[in-house]
């Protein structure tokens, strides 16, 4: 069974500029998630999407954005790009969601770089 | 909202000795206490788990305990081995949306052979 795929693997951006990063969730499962993770911050919380509908979204500016297709696989989209948003971007899979009730899988992540 | 602080922020053994990570949650209504581990160029995987109800879980080397009273939960690795060595982050939650899964800023093990 394949794991969760990110790509691309690595991106380098500079200010002021959009990117799109994606996620092809493990086959079956409906709910994707989006953390930021940065060595100052650890691991935070961007969003949640299930079914193709955004359920929980973190403390984050409106220039995270993301979305989920139908096949589950998600996007996400950081506009207006600041040096601030260099990290780790992981994504997260599941059947349902809910992390008491079954394990999240992680992706390796898409490490961007704003210069 | 709930804050999760984990110590210590590295920490370094010699092979075969033992390693404790600690965290402390504020939320008292947290009652699932995940622990990941993350190897270099890697995404977190789950390595042990715990719930409010219990107070001690082992698998293997890897034994987790949790102390409710005073809102404490430690990681516990005996017999370390240089495989062992990567970032490893703890996290609570209180049941709900993933939104409530609160991660501690993790501990990078290295076990020297």
């Known amino acids: 069974k394949a794991g969760v795929t990110q790509t691309p693997r690595y991106l380098i951006k500079t200010r002021g500029q959009q990117v799109t990063l994606s996620c092809s969730p493990i086959?079956?499962?409906?709910?994707v998630s989006w953390y930021q993770q940065t060595p100052g911050q650890g691991l935070q919380f961007l969003f949640e999407?299930?079914?193709?509908?955004?359920?929980n979204k973190g403390n984050f500016p409106g220039r995270f954005s993301g979305r989920q297709f139908s096949n589950s696989r998600s996007e996400m989209n950081v506009s207006t790009l600041e040096l601030g948003d260099s990290a780790l971007y992981l994504c997260?899979?599941?059947?349902?969601?809910?992390?008491?009730?079954?394990?999240?899988?992680f992706g390796s992540g898409t490490q961007l770089s704003v210069l | 909202g709930e804050n999760v602080e984990q110590h210590p922020s590295t920490l370094s053994v010699q092979e075969g000795d033992s390693a404790v990570i600690k965290c402390t949650y504020s939320d008292s209504a947290s009652n699932y206490f995940p622990w990941y581990k993350q190897e270099l160029g890697k995404g977190p995987q789950l390595i042990i788990d715990?719930?409010?109800?219990?107070g001690e879980k082992k698998d293997q080397r890897i034994a987790v305990t949790l102390n409710k009273t005073a809102k404490h939960f430690s990681l516990h690795i005996t017999e370390t081995q240089p495989e062992d060595s990567a970032v490893y982050f703890c996290?609570?939650?209180?049941?709900?949306?993933?939104?409530?899964?609160?991660f501690g800023k993790g501990t990078k093990l290295s076990v020297k052979p």
């Open positions: 996290a609570a939650h209180k049941g709900g949306s993933q939104g409530n899964l609160i």
């Open positions: 997260a899979s599941s059947r349902t969601g809910e992390p008491t009730n079954e394990k999240l899988f």
């Open positions: 715990i719930r409010s109800n219990v």
């Open positions: 086959s079956g499962h409906r709910s």
């Open positions: 999407y299930f079914s193709e509908t955004q359920r």
